[in-house]
């Protein structure tokens, strides 16, 4: 089955549904893109952004990746992000990982996953910073999900110490950085109470100096 004809299939099928809600839909939607927000999230197929928040194609601009990671090296992330921030004019960026992350989990394993371990190495030093914490709980499930907690919120501040971030505000851009996570389990977003805004409450909530 070369070809998927089943997912064919379901893509006109979508598209009639959506046809018949709106007949314009497709046209607006070509026309133009301007969504609100860019979410920075995992590539775990069972977080799609646009479902678990209810919004449409173009309502929404996406960059995705094992455990939802801000690297200062990773072109491909800034790119996005800089795309979304100096072309699109987001005026949030969501950063929402989600509870037993599978890359989470395994940089808290010591074994060898491989290629991925290279990158892993980014989670794994969330957790060195925050070891005296997460190494005192004792039940496995819950480890993991603080750590994918404190990633959330470490992903939150590489993303507003990125220059692209940094310039937009400097310049007086509108622009938020939220820190989120998924619960697979029942469906439901947590708001970690990481929304950064500007310089002076990044200062403050990461107590830089």
């Given at each position: 089955m070369?070809?998927?004809?089943?997912?064919?299939?379901?893509?006109?099928?979508?598209?009639?549904?959506?046809?018949?809600?709106?007949?314009?839909?497709?046209?607006?939607l070509s026309q133009q893109q301007k969504p609100e927000y860019l979410w920075i999230g995992c590539s775990d197929s069972r977080v799609p952004a646009n479902q678990i928040v209810d919004l449409l194609p173009g309502e929404i601009f996406v960059h995705r990746n094992i455990a939802n990671v801000v690297v200062h090296t990773d072109l491909n992330c800034l790119s996005v992000i800089q795309f979304a921030v100096e072309v699109l004019k987001v005026k949030h960026i969501i950063v929402c990982g989600h509870y037993g992350c599978g890359g989470v989990k395994a940089a808290l394993e010591n074994k060898d996953h491989g290629l991925i371990d290279n990158w892993l190495r980014n989670v794994k030093d969330v957790y060195r910073y925050h070891q005296n914490k997460i190494d005192s709980i004792q039940d496995e499930k819950e480890k993991i999900n603080k750590l994918c907690e404190l990633n959330v919120i470490e992903q939150v501040s590489n993303v507003c110490n990125t220059t692209i971030v940094q310039s937009a505000w400097k310049n007086g851009q509108e622009l938020d950085v939220h820190g989120w996570i998924y619960n697979i389990e029942d469906g439901i977003l947590k708001d970690l109470n990481v929304c950064i805004t500007n310089n002076e409450e990044m200062t403050k909530i990461f107590n830089l100096k």
């Open positions: 070369r070809i998927l004809k089943h997912l064919f299939e379901k893509n006109k099928k979508w598209a009639e549904k959506m046809k018949k809600s709106d007949p314009d839909f497709f046209l607006n």
